[in-house]
T-cell receptor, first 111, second 121 residues
Framework: SQQGEEDPQALSIQEGENATMNCSYK?????LQWYRQNSGRGLVHLIL?????REKHSGRLRVTLDTSKKSSSLLITASRAADTASYFC???????????FGTGTRLKVLA | EPEVTQTPSHQVTQMGQEVILRCVPISNHLYFYWYRQILGQKVEFLVS????????KSEIFDDQFSVERPDGSNFTLKIRSTKLEDSAMYFC???????????????????FGAGSRLTVL
């Protein structure tokens, strides 16, 4: 499998529910970031978690990182229709310059 | 808020033609990237650029591709002879710093442009 794979590939929930997306990666990383992409638009940075951190919060976002399992999760609480977008995790392998993006989770929040 | 701007927003070209995609990164950023996304698929790394040279490139970034920072503000991606499979959204990104260089924890945030859609016929 590829570096940075999110699951599920697609998620459909009702407004007000929580949305959880997962990301798995393969190599040792310095940090992991989550980005959001509205349809046909550029990616927007949401949150960054360093390899020595286990959990981080930002507003309605909560990110966890488990380096032993090489996985991360993004939780969006109390989702809104405006949260409808694709969400990508991005990792940078130690000693490299490039951020590798996962395959993305397409989230649809129904009003 | 500072932003990365890309032009054109959409370009249609014939197979075999040269294409130049332009980007104006955020002014105090030092690291520049090109990514591409084929419709509905993953965002793929093409190249990173620092200090007027390529710092890393992917297997996709073959001899048909080149990047340049001609005047200290623009950052361009050139595709010399386009192929049908080059049709994609091309995203430029920039970041302020790079932890590998500074010996830090490697935390830098990418700011993306809105993308240039390339259609090769």
């Amino acid at each position: 499998s590829q570096q940075g794979e999110e699951d599920p590939q697609a998620l459909s929930i009702q407004e007000g529910e929580n949305a959880t997306m997962n990301c798995s990666y393969k190599t040792s990383i310095n940090n992991l970031q989550w980005y959001r992409q509205n349809s046909g638009r550029g990616l927007v940075h949401l949150i960054l978690i360093r390899s020595n951190e286990r959990e981080k919060h930002s507003g309605r976002l909560r990110v966890t990182l488990d380096t032993s399992k090489k996985s991360s999760s993004l939780l969006i609480t109390a989702s809104r229709a405006a949260d409808t977008a694709s969400y990508f995790c991005a990792t940078r392998t130690s000693g490299t310059y490039k951020y590798i993006f996962g395959t993305g989770t397409r989230l649809k929040v129904l009003a | 808020e500072p932003e990365v701007t890309q032009t054109p927003s959409h370009q249609v070209t014939q197979m075999g033609q040269e294409v130049i995609l332009r980007c104006v990164p955020i002014s105090n950023h030092l690291y520049f990237y090109w990514y591409r996304q084929i419709l509905g698929q993953k965002v793929e790394f093409l190249v990173s650029f620092y200090n007027n040279e390529i710092s890393e490139k992917s297997e996709i970034f073959d001899d048909q591709f080149s990047v340049e920072r001609p005047d200290g503000s623009n950052f361009t991606l050139k595709i010399r002879s386009t192929k049908l499979e080059d049709s994609a959204m091309y995203f430029c990104a920039s970041s302020e710093r790079q932890g590998v260089i500074l010996g830090g924890s490697g935390a830098n945030v990418l700011t993306f442009g809105a993308g240039s859609r390339l259609t090769v016929l």
